[in-house]
Nanobody
Framework: QLQLVESGGGLVQPGGSLRLSCAAS???????IGWFRQPPGKEREGVSC????????SYADSVKGRFTISRDNAKNTVYLQMNSLKPEDTAIYYC????????????????????WGLGTQVTVSS
C-alpha cells in the first residue's frame, strides 16, 4: 500500500512561485506520478506527470513553460515547481501514483483506482 503526502502549498501573489512536494511512503520506481488540481467549483484536471525513470514528462497546455515536474527516486519524492503563478492556478493540488510498465507518462491514464494524496491548497491572490 502506497501513501502519498503533498506539501508546499500556500498563499502567493500573482507572478510568484511555489514548489509542491509529493512524498511517498514506499518504493516508487514502479510508479508514474501525476499532479492534478481541482479549482473551486470545477472538476479535477490533470496538470503534469512524470514517468518511472523521470525521462518522460507531460504537461497540460495551461501550465507549459511555467511548471516543471521532477522526481528524486532516492527520496521517493516528486516535485512540482510552479513559476509565474496566476489567479486561475488557484486550486487544491493532488498527486497520484500509477503502477505501470510504460516508459512514457500519460496523464489521461490516471484514474481513481490509483493511489492519491489528500491534497494541498494553492491560492494565488494579491
Amino acid at each position: 500500500q502506497l501513501q502519498l503526502v503533498e506539501s508546499g502549498g500556500g498563499l502567493v501573489q500573482p507572478g510568484g512561485s511555489l514548489r509542491l512536494s509529493c512524498a511517498a511512503s514506499g518504493f516508487t520506481l514502479d510508479y508514474a506520478i501525476g499532479w492534478f488540481r481541482q479549482p473551486p467549483g470545477k472538476e479535477r484536471e490533470g496538470v503534469s506527470c512524470i514517468s518511472r525513470s523521470g525521462r518522460s514528462t507531460s504537461y497540460a497546455d495551461s501550465v507549459k513553460g511555467r511548471f516543471t515536474i521532477s522526481r528524486d527516486n532516492a527520496k521517493n519524492t516528486v516535485y512540482l515547481q510552479m513559476n509565474s503563478l496566476k489567479p486561475e492556478d488557484t486550486a487544491i493540488y493532488y498527486c497520484a501514483a500509477r503502477r505501470t510498465v510504460q516508459a512514457m507518462c500519460v496523464i489521461s491514464h490516471f484514474n481513481l483506482n490509483d493511489y492519491w494524496g489528500l491534497g494541498t491548497q494553492v491560492t494565488v491572490s494579491s
